[in-house]
Structures are given as C-alpha cells and as structure tokens.
C-alpha cells in the first residue's frame, strides 16, 4: 500500500491565477518540452493557469500540437518582424493572472518558477532574476547601456535574466508607462514600481556579451529615442549659448572695425564661423531626427490590432466560475423578477 508522504496533503492554490507568458519560444523540441516541465510546475501549486505563446504566422503550425498537448494555452500569431520587446508587450497585455511571468524558456528551464513567482508576490514586487556573477567583460560592454539607462530612468543590469515576474497591479503601471517595451525589460526607476532580486541557481549558457547584437542594437536606439526630451533640452541650451556668443562675437568685430585700422582678411573669421554653423546644425539634426523617432514610436504603438490571430481561445474565467461551483444572477433576470438583487446566488466549493 502507498504510503502518504506530505506532498498528498498539499492543495492547490485557488485564490491566485497565474499567467506565464512566452514572447519568443522558439519552434523545436526543446523549448516544447520546457514549456510543458513549466505548465506541469505550475499545476501542481496554482489550480488556475494559463500559458501565452506569442508566435510569428510562420511558426503558427509548428505550434499547434502543443496547443492541443497542454492544457490552457493561448496561442498568439503575430506578424514576421515583430520585434522581441513589442512581443513581450503584446503577451502582457494579453495575460490575465493575478500574477504574471514574462519567461525566456532558455532561463526557465532550470529556473524555480513557482519560488519566483512567489518571491514576486510575497515582496509586492517586480521580481528580477539573475545568478549574482558579473563577467567584467559583459559589463564593460554593457557600461553605454547602464549609463542611458540611468539617465532614461530605467534600471539596466547586464546581469538580470530577461524573464520578470510581478503581481498585477505593477503589470498595470508599466503598460501604462510611456515606454512600456523598455519597462518590461528594464524596470523604471519609480518608487510606485519596486523591484526585488531573486537569485537564481545556475547562470544561462546563451547570455554572452556577443551574443543578441541585433537585440542590444534595437535597446540602443530605443533608449536614444526615449531620451528625445532630454537631447532636444540640450540643443536648445546649446543654441542660446551659440546665439549669445555669435552676438558677443559681432560686438567684437564691431569693436575691432573701430579699434583697428587695418584689418587681416577673413579667413580666420571665416573658417571659425563654419566650424560654429557645422556643429550647431549637426547637434540640431541629431535631436530633430530623435524627435520624429520618438513621434513615429508613438504613431505605431497607437495603431490598430497588433494580433492577427489568436488560435486558441479559452473563458479562463468561466473555468474558474465552474470549477469553484460559482453562479451568479444576471441584472436582467433580476429585473424580470422584480428588481435587482446585488447578492449572488450560489456557494462556493
């Protein structure tokens, strides 16, 4: 006869929905199989769940028997080229938990995805992961990043893992942030949205400093984009500083036509006023094209439905409804009986 240990007394947890999301699962066997290790981890803690593949319409196929497979997957297609932030921000917004898990599968697979979830919901925070190692060349690389990171207002560690865990209510302040494909990567540095450090076992073998050049290349210019104000606040000093010295400049010719009665020909004058007008102009483009940057960034986030197709449906919230032996009485057939009753009817199981 079996004998029964501890873990046959553990419920599952019904007061929490989690919803963990994938942006960028790759279509081969392995990411399949730590998806599946990860929807079973969950099952065994949380008895409502939901997992969120975000997929291009090329790799749609690739992906359908693992639909079929695992229970509570919704499937999100969106088109060849989206880039890997917008990705992440289109699975966000699509998660429904109480609790949600943007994962990277190559992290997770050998990461503890119930602790960190609990680690999130336990400090009220926007759980980080990383292994606590720095590599000096890494951080080398990454110092341009960390030092407009810092003067965008987002923290940016080369040493966090890309997947981030946080309750609901913080997943609500960051899509409502200006930039929210940057937040969900790199939190901002906001006292609303606190962050706390989860340690993680094992450092992942694909996050090299050579490695996503691509990647750091789109962080980059989005970072220069989002630190338009900044940049355009910095020329329009820099072009009064260049007006009143342009002025000072002609009060000093003034001065010398008075002064001097020979004058050397202008070529010194010449010359030092192109160089002025060259730097002037050249600041005053680098901020103009930021700025039209910035306005089309905002264009297209405002734009229409960014998912073609969502493939596998599921009323999350009905399955809990029934699952919990919950019914609710509708306002109209109150009304058709004689008004409005705010009780509900029915018990919970």
């Known amino acids: 006869m079996h004998e029964p240990i501890a873990a046959d007394f553990v419920k599952q947890r019904e007061d929490t929905v989690v919803s963990i999301c994938f942006a960028t699962p790759k279509a081969n066997a392995k990411t399949f199989e730590t998806i599946r290790k990860v929807a079973a981890a969950l099952d065994e803690v949380y008895r409502?769940?939901?997992?969120?593949?975000?997929?291009?319409?090329?790799?749609?196929?690739?992906?359908?028997?693992?639909?079929?497979?695992?229970?509570?997957?919704?499937?999100?297609?969106?088109?060849?080229?989206?880039?890997?932030?917008?990705?992440?921000?289109?699975?966000?917004?699509?998660?429904?938990?109480?609790?949600?898990?943007?994962?990277?599968?190559?992290?997770?697979?050998?990461?503890?995805?119930?602790?960190?979830?609990?680690?999130?919901?336990?400090?009220?925070?926007?759980?980080?992961?990383?292994?606590?190692?720095?590599?000096?060349?890494?951080?080398?690389?990454?110092?341009?990043?960390?030092?407009?990171?810092?003067?965008?207002?987002?923290?940016?560690?080369?040493?966090?893992?890309?997947?981030?865990?946080?309750?609901?209510?913080?997943?609500?302040?960051?899509?409502?942030?200006?930039?929210?494909?940057?937040?969900?990567?790199?939190?901002?540095?906001?006292?609303?949205?606190?962050?706390?450090?989860?340690?993680?076992?094992n450092e992942v073998s694909?996050?090299?400093?050579?490695?996503?050049?691509?990647?750091?290349?789109?962080?980059?210019?989005?970072?220069?984009?989002?630190?338009?104000?900044?940049?355009l606040s910095a020329v329009a000093i820099s072009s009064t500083i260049l007006?009143?010295?342009?002025?000072?400049?002609?009060?000093?010719?003034?001065?010398?036509?008075?002064?001097?009665?020979?004058?050397?020909?202008?070529w010194l004058t010449t010359n030092i006023m192109l160089a002025v007008s060259a730097v002037f102009m050249g600041v005053s483009t680098l901020g103009l094209s930021l700025g039209l940057q910035h306005l089309l960034r905002g264009q297209n986030r405002e734009k229409g439905e960014r998912v073609s197709e969502e493939v596998n449906r599921i009323d999350l919230f009905g399955k809990v409804a029934v699952d919990l032996n919950v019914e609710l009485e509708s306002e109209d057939w109150a009304r058709k009986n004689g008004g409005f009753d705010p009780q509900t009817k029915g018990s919970a199981g």
């Open 243 to 266: 007006t009143l010295l342009g002025l000072g400049y002609a009060a000093w010719i003034i001065g010398a036509v008075i002064v001097v009665d020979t004058l050397a020909p202008g």
């Open 48 to 201: 409502f769940r939901e997992t969120i593949l975000v997929v291009e319409d090329h790799h749609r196929d690739a992906f359908l028997p693992l639909v079929e497979d695992v229970r509570d997957v919704r499937l999100f297609v969106v088109r060849k080229g989206t880039e890997y932030y917008e990705r992440r921000v289109i699975a966000a917004e699509e998660a429904i938990g109480d609790l949600v898990l943007i994962a990277q599968e190559d992290e997770v697979a050998d990461l503890d995805v119930c602790a960190f979830l609990d680690h999130a919901e336990s400090a009220n925070a926007i759980a980080l992961a990383n292994c606590g190692k720095r590599q000096p060349i890494k951080t080398l690389l990454s110092a341009p990043f960390i030092a407009l990171g810092r003067l965008a207002g987002f923290a940016v560690y080369p040493s966090d893992f890309q997947s981030i865990a946080m309750p609901r209510t913080l997943l609500n302040h960051i899509l409502a942030h200006d930039e929210p494909r940057l937040a969900l990567r790199y939190p901002p540095r906001d006292p609303r949205l606190p962050t706390s450090s989860f340690k993680a076992s």
């Open 206 to 231: 694909s996050r090299g400093a050579f490695k996503d050049i691509g990647r750091r290349m789109q962080l980059l210019q989005t970072l220069l984009v989002y630190l338009t104000p900044i940049i």
